[in-house]
């Protein structure tokens, strides 16, 4: 049964920096398109970051762009998000998630799902 698992959320200042890790499970992360979505309370899931199946192509949201990194170690089946220069509008819950080569920035696109972690940034 394919299974992830993020860690490594916490509560953290502004201007600080986490790195999030996702640990997959009974599937083949070479075989899947990886990302990093967030979600705040009374708000709707939203893309962060994705990387392709090689680690060659990654994509991100303006929002985190220039401060956020999505790297993948395959042989491994970790996932990670380097977080910088943290702000409170970056306080939600972190999920990975797999899918195919046409998953995209839309959550619906993704076959897999972790619990989530949380990520508070205070002021």
């Known amino acids: 049964q394919a299974q992830l698992v993020e860690s490594g959320g916490g509560l953290v200042q502004a201007g600080e920096s986490l790195t999030l890790s996702c640990a997959g499970s009974?599937?083949?992360?070479?075989?899947?398109?990886l990302a990093w979505f967030r979600q705040a309370p009374g708000q709707e899931r939203e893309f962060v970051a994705r990387i392709s199946w090689s680690g060659a192509t990654t994509y991100y949201a303006n929002s985190v762009k220039g401060r956020f990194t999505v790297s993948r170690d395959n042989p491994k089946n970790r996932l990670y998000l380097q977080m910088n220069s943290l702000k409170p509008g970056d306080t939600a819950v972190y999920y990975c998630?797999?899918?195919?080569?046409?998953?995209?920035?839309?959550?619906?696109?993704?076959?897999?799902w972790g619990q989530g972690t949380q990520v508070t940034v205070s002021s």
């Open positions: 009974g599937l083949t992360f070479l075989n899947y398109a």
């Open positions: 998630a797999a899918g195919d080569t046409y998953s995209d920035y839309a959550p619906e696109s993704y076959d897999y």
